[in-house]
């Protein structure tokens, strides 16, 4: 399903350097693969996840989506990939506070023509499987930490994506809730029948996945 060949990515800091993040990466990720991301802080995780989700644009190498190069498509293609094919999930959850949980989660549809009462009834069917059902006219300022998370998760399901990505989706929440958080993640996944990378710090967390990698040097290798 992704290939990753030879990824390589740099910064320039302010002082003039070169900082390389991503020094030949490689990667084969199958359909159904749920894979962790591990690394120090700084190590390339997220800029590894941005290239991915075609939010950044590498110094070499290539990203094979379906055997396809996504750096070689057109801006037409790239937004349909990033808004239909690719489903992201932060560290914060970044909700609308002026929307309801409902809309909140409808929010990939709000962008375009849609059918109101088709998205909604889906939302109201993702919310009912998590037990948030009864929030669904509730503002995130009424949800807690581990519920707003739940919800942006949700947000990134409902075009039903074919690759799942995640960057620290349990880094902001406690321990308890965190761990709560990624296992509903983790049978989401499994029911969808989902593709996921997860970036992580959190190694015991990781654990819970299928394959692990860690970054160190600019290099991926297997945990």
Known sequence: MIKIKDLKKSFIQNDGSVLVVLDGVNLEVSKGDFIAITGASGSGKSTLLHLLGGLDKTDKGEILFNNENIFNYN?????????????????????????????????????????????FEKAIGLLDKIGLKDKALSFP???????????????????????????????????????????????????????????????????????????????????
Do not use: C
Request: overall charge positive.
């Open 75 to 119: 801006v037409k293609k790239m937004s349909f990939y990033r808004n239909q094919v690719v489903g992201f999930v932060y560290q914060f959850h970044y909700l609308l506070p002026e929307l309801n949980v409902i809309e909140n989660v409808s929010m990939p549809f709000l962008l375009n023509k849609f059918n109101k009462q088709e998205v």
């Open 141 to 223: 300022d009424q949800l807690s930490g581990g519920e707003r998370q739940r919800v942006a998760i949700l947000r990134s399901l409902i075009n039903n994506p074919e690759l799942l990505l995640a960057d620290e989706p349990t880094g902001n929440l406690d321990i308890k809730t965190g761990e709560n958080v990624f296992l509903l993640f983790k049978d989401l996944i499994r029911e969808f029948n989902l593709t996921a990378i997860i970036v992580t710090h959190n190694e015991h967390l990781a654990r819970f996945t299928n394959k692990i990698y860690r970054i160190a040097s600019g290099k991926l290798q297997v945990f």
